[in-house]
């Protein structure tokens, strides 16, 4: 069982939780960055980020259906952004909302950051997510 707090006292956030609640005894599954290449390797939407975005999100819920999970069950993440403008951030966000990870709406932190890993990379998601099903002692 996930449940979403927002907080009372604090700002309402316009599309996630300030926290996510998770019962003992549930499997999470913690994902390393999902990032913007394709099977082969080859970066996907070179100076782009909201290409580059999109397939962040693919590569994300294919790592989701991999541990038997998927973006519904996500309960947290950072979305990294190489820019320092906000709507740089913003144009990123908007990928992110669409693709179905806002449902819930998770927790999440959204950067600006100078570099990320690969030659060309402008954007990178890890994730927190409840695997469903039989529930653990």
Same mark, same amino acid.
């Given at each position: 069982?996930?449940?979403?707090?927002?907080?009372?006292?604090? /700002?309402?956030?316009?599309?996630?939780? $300030?926290?996510?609640?998770?019962? !003992?005894?549930?499997?999470?599954? /913690?994902?390393?960055?999902?990032?913007?290449?394709?099977?082969?390797?080859?970066?996907?939407?070179?100076?782009?980020?909201?290409?580059? !975005?999109?397939?962040?999100?693919?590569?994300?819920?294919?790592?989701?259906?991999?541990?038997?999970?998927?973006?519904? $069950?996500?309960?947290?993440?950072?979305?990294?952004?190489?820019?320092? #403008?906000?709507?740089?951030?913003?144009?990123?966000?908007?990928?992110? #909302?669409?693709?179905?990870?806002?449902?819930?709406? $998770?927790?999440?932190?959204?950067?600006?950051?100078?570099?990320?890993?690969?030659?060309?990379?402008?954007?990178?998601?890890?994730?927190?997510?409840?695997?469903?099903?039989?529930?653990?002692?």
């Amino acid at each position: 069982m996930i449940q979403r707090v927002t907080v009372p006292g604090l /700002f309402p956030p316009p599309a996630y939780s $300030h926290a996510s609640v998770v019962e !003992a005894g549930t499997r999470l599954a /913690f994902l390393a960055g999902a990032v913007p290449l394709d099977a082969e390797g080859t970066l996907v939407g070179e100076g782009d980020p909201v290409r580059q !975005a999109e397939q962040v999100v693919a590569n994300l819920t294919e790592q989701l259906r991999a541990v038997g999970s998927g973006l519904e $069950h996500v309960l947290s993440t950072e979305v990294y952004v190489v820019g320092s #403008e906000p709507a740089e951030l913003s144009a990123v966000w908007e990928v992110v #909302e669409a693709s179905g990870l806002g449902t819930g709406p $998770h927790s999440s932190t959204l950067l600006g950051v100078s570099c990320l890993g690969y030659t060309g990379q402008m954007v990178e998601i890890t994730a927190t997510a409840v695997v469903p099903g039989e529930v653990r002692p």
